[in-house]
C-alpha cells in the first residue's frame, strides 16, 4: 500500500499533479493539504473511479498537517507562490522559503521516513532548505530527499524535436546542474540517440531550455507560470520513484540531490567545485537514491563554459538557502 501526499494541494501545480497522483495505478491513498480550498478538490478527485482513496486537510488549528502527513511514504511539495512576469525564481524566496521550512518540519514531525520531492521554487535555495530542518530534527536521509528538476528534462527534449525533426519522445537529453536560468545545463552533445544540433541554432536552443519557464510566465500574462508542464514533469518524477521502489529496476531519472550522501555523489562534487548539491542522473531503487552517475566528464568545450557558469550561480543559491535555516556566523 502506497499513501502519497501533496502539500499545495489546491494550487496551479498542486491541481493537476494530484489528478495524475490520483489515477495512478501506483497509488493507494493520495493526501491533499493546504491552506484553502482542499476540500473541494478532493470531492472533485474523489468522483473518479480510481483505486485511490482520496482525502483532503486544512490547517484546522495546527493539526490538517498531521492528518495529511501521517503514514505517507512519498511526499511532493509544490506549495508557493507562482512567478509573475518580470519575476524570476530568486524572487520567489523570501515567501516560498518560509513556506517549505514549515511543511518539511511537518514532514519532520509525522512522517520522517517519506520520501521528499520539492518542487516549490527557486528549487535550487528550497532543497538546501529542506536538508536543513531535517537535519535540525535528526532525520535527514539524503537518499530521501529530491530537487525534481525533471521538467528541465521534458523541456529539452521537447525543444530538440522543434529543432531537428521528429518526436520529443525521440529524445534524451541529459540536464545537470540547477533548475533556473544559467544553472540549468542540457549536455546536447550526449542526446540519445546520437543526435547532431545545427551549430546556427545551439546557442538559441540552450538559451530556449535554460529559460523556457519565462515563454510560458510571459504567455499567461499576469495569471501564472508553468504549471500543467510541471505538474506532468513532477509525477513523471514521482512515477518513476515509486516503480523503484516498487521493485522495477533500470530507472534513471535527473534530480538535484545532496552529493554527500548519495553513492557516486562525492565524485559529482569533485567535478563541480565543492557544491553541495547539483542534478545529475540519478538511479532509484526501493531505499530511493541508489547511485548518482556524472556525465561531466564527457561534456564538450561549450557545456563546460556553461558549467562554470551554472558553479557560480549554484553556490550563492545553496547558501542561501542553507543559512535560511542555519546562519553562519560572520
Known amino acids: 500500500m502506497v499513501k502519497a501526499a501533496v502539500l499545495g494541494a489546491s494550487g496551479g501545480i498542486g491541481q493537476p499533479l494530484s489528478l495524475l497522483l490520483a489515477i495512478s495505478p501506483l497509488v493507494d491513498e493520495l493526501s491533499l493539504y493546504d491552506v484553502v480550498n482542499t476540500p473541494g478538490v478532493g470531492a472533485d478527485l474523489s468522483h473518479i473511479n480510481s483505486k485511490a482513496k482520496v482525502t483532503a486537510y486544512l490547517p484546522e488549528e495546527g493539526k490538517g498537517l498531521e492528518k495529511a502527513l501521517t503514514g505517507t511514504d512519498i ?12 519575476m524570476t525564481r530568486d524572487d520567489l524566496f523570501k515567501i516560498n522559503a518560509g513556506i517549505v521550512r514549515d511543511l518539511v518540519t ?3 514531525k509525522y512522517s520522517p521516513k517519506a520520501f521528499v520531492l520539492i518542487i516549490s521554487n527557486p528549487v535550487n535555495s528550497t532543497v538546501p532548505i529542506a536538508a536543513e530542518v531535517l537535519k535540525k530534527h535528526e532525520v ?33 537529453v541529459p540536464v545537470v546542474g540547477g533548475h533556473s536560468g544559467e544553472t540549468i545545463v542540457p549536455l546536447l552533445s550526449q542526446i540519445t540517440p546520437k543526435t547532431e544540433i545545427p551549430s546556427d541554432k545551439l546557442e538559441a536552443l540552450v538559451k530556449r531550455i535554460q529559460f523556457g519557464g519565462d515563454e510560458v510566465v510571459k504567455a499567461k500574462d499576469g495569471t501564472g507560470s508553468a504549471t500543467l508542464s510541471m505538474a506532468y514533469a513532477g509525477f513523471k518524477f514521482a512515477e518513476s520513484l515509486l516503480r523503484a521502489v516498487k521493485g522495477e529496476t533500470g530507472i534513471v531519472e535527473p534530480t538535484y540531490v ?13 567535478a563541480v ?3 553541495d548539491f547539483f542534478a545529475v542522473p540519478v538511479e532509484l531503487g526501493p531505499t530511493g537514491a541508489v547511485r548518482a552517475t556524472n556525465p561531466l566528464p564527457q561534456a564538450n568545450e561549450y557545456e563546460k563554459t556553461l558549467l562554470e557558469e551554472a558553479k557560480k550561480g549554484l553556490a550563492g543559491n545553496i547558501v542561501k538557502g542553507t543559512e535560511f535555516i542555519t546562519p553562519t556566523s560572520k
Open 273 to 275: 567545485g565543492g557544491l
Open 140 to 172: 535527514f536521509d539524503a537518499t530521501k530527499l529530491f530537487g525534481v528538476t525533471s521538467l528541465d528534462v521534458v523541456r529539452a527534449s521537447t525543444f530538440v524535436a522543434d529543432v531537428v525533426g521528429g518526436s520529443p519522445t525521440d529524445y534524451k
Open 106 to 108: 511537518g514532514v519532520a
Open 75 to 86: 511526499v511532493v511539495i509544490p506549495a508557493g507562490i507562482p512567478r509573475k512576469p518580470g
Open 258 to 270: 545532496y552529493l554527500d550522501g548519495v553513492a557516486g555523489g562525492k565524485e559529482v562534487k569533485e
